[in-house]
């Protein structure tokens, strides 16, 4: 456990994880969030990444809209530390992440005043990076993601559709790659500008003009936000390769640590 952060001046720290994704682009099975890496949930290794922050007293686990009994199942059979005392809830999500998000909200306790949104499909972010996001939040930001710049070159493209569909796409424009960053979770909030952006936006989500991350949701509302670095390990569990990945990052781990 990391003791860089404590607990907050003022009120405690929960992480919201939404966990009810599919999966659809790793392929069919198990909803994502459940399958295995090195023999364990990719949701429990989320859950532990949150608790191993000692400024994470709460973590409020979004589950799959029927899974949310399999999910408790699962986080009894792996408990956290025996002195670790972060409590772990369960709630139902939604049919898209932003929903799922505001679900888990509303499941906080009221003593929450900052608030974490990681993803179960980041499982293996670094507490460094975790204690980072929260030490900015903190500080005073309102809203805190982390992020890395780009490896690759970025086009904007006229994305062919319909009978076009398949046709290359023309190119419209080159980003200066300098000024971008690419957004990992967890992102850090504090808890009323989070809660007052999902839930001016709830609407949006469901009319297909959601968010792909909280942070966006907050710049609707007008509110700053600022990127602390992020962590190549905290990399989004996406697509096949990213599981090759994250077996190998457990591996180089579990030689340089033993665990
Ligand atoms: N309705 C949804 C959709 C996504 N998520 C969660 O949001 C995170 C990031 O989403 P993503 O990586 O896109 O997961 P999936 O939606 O499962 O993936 P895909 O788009 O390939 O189906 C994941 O932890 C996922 O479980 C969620 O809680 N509720
Ligand atoms: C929140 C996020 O992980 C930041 O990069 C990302 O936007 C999630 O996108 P997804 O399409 O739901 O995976």
Redesign the pocket.
Known sequence: MSDRVTAGASGRTAAV??????????GPGT???LRALNGTPMLIHAVRAMAASRAVSLVVV?APPDGAAEVRTLLDEHPLADHDPTEVLVVP?????Q???RLGLRALTDDITTVLVH???RPLVPVDTVDAVVAAVHDGAPAVVPALPLADTVKQVEPRTGDAAGEPEPVVGTPERALLRAVQTPQGFDRATLVAAHEKFAAAAREGEGATDDAGLVERLGTEVVVVPGHEEAF?V?RPLDLVLAEAVLARRRANDGF
Request: hydrophobic share 35%.
């Open positions: 994880i939404p966990a009810a994704g599919r999966g659809v682009r790793l909803p994502k969030a979004v999500g939604g049919g898209t992440r929903e799922s998000v993803d179960a499909a989004k996406t």
